[in-house]
């Protein structure tokens, strides 16, 4: 009996610690050429959400910007920080929190603020973009109350320049799916879960021994 509930605690202890929601991105024109995975964590109070993005794309795929439509209409009143985000170093993303443009490949959404390498979502600058193998991280502050974590995942769309094994194309990706339509998402203990995880079993197994014994 004492066993069990030590597995039960800990295990309680585990499913309370937050997971962030993982996504991944495949080109929608050029697909395996155009790739990259993105972590996304939402705030206690839903002010706020942090995440990286990383360019897993082939060849020198650059990624030149990536924004969020999140809801119907132009959402304002967020702010990126730091900003600049954290990137390595050549590589320069500035935060704009007013629309970014439509994107046909779906349906015509409307990025209601993101980070861009040029002017807009459509004209990056591939010399500042995020290079494969490369990862960035940000934040983003503001109201979205009444949005799952899944949610505002599902909402973002990476922009692919210098496509291909010359270069010569450029795509777009959304995160597992349609914006703003959640498909299949999959979450990933923190580190800190995962330890106390490790723990408990390792304590579990050393009370069935000295039961044995």
């Given at each position: 009996m004492k066993a069990v509930a030590i597995l039960t605690l800990f295990l309680g202890v585990t499913s309370a610690a937050h997971a962030a929601t993982m996504v991944q991105f495949t080109g929608n024109d050029t697909g395996a050429l155009a790739t990259a995975t993105a972590s996304i964590s939402l705030g206690a109070g839903n002010n706020s959400i942090t995440g990286s993005l990383t360019n897993t794309s082939p060849n020198d795929a650059r990624i030149t910007g990536f924004g969020f439509d999140i809801g119907p209409g132009n959402l304002s009143g967020f702010?990126?920080?730091?900003n600049p985000i954290i990137a390595p170093a050549g590589v320069s993303f500035a935060f704009v929190?007013?629309?970014?443009?439509?994107?046909?490949q779906f349906n015509a959404a409307e990025l209601d603020f993101g980070y861009v390498t040029g002017p807009n979502f459509a004209g990056g600058?591939?010399?500042?973009?995020l290079d494969n193998g490369q990862t960035l991280q940000f934040m983003i502050s503001g109201a979205f109350s009444g949005l799952t974590e899944a949610q505002i995942a599902s909402g973002m769309i990476v922009r692919f320049q210098?496509?291909?094994?010359?270069?010569?194309?450029?795509?777009?990706?959304?995160?597992n799916g349609s914006p703003g339509v959640p498909t299949q998402f999959s979450s990933t203990p923190e580190p800190a879960s995962m330890i106390l995880l490790g723990s408990g079993l390792a304590l579990l197994a050393s009370r069935f021994r000295s039961v044995k014994t």
């Open positions: 702010t990126g920080s730091p929190d007013s629309p970014l443009g439509n994107v046909p600058s591939p010399n500042s973009g210098r496509v291909g094994p010359n270069g010569e194309g450029s795509d777009v990706a959304v995160a």
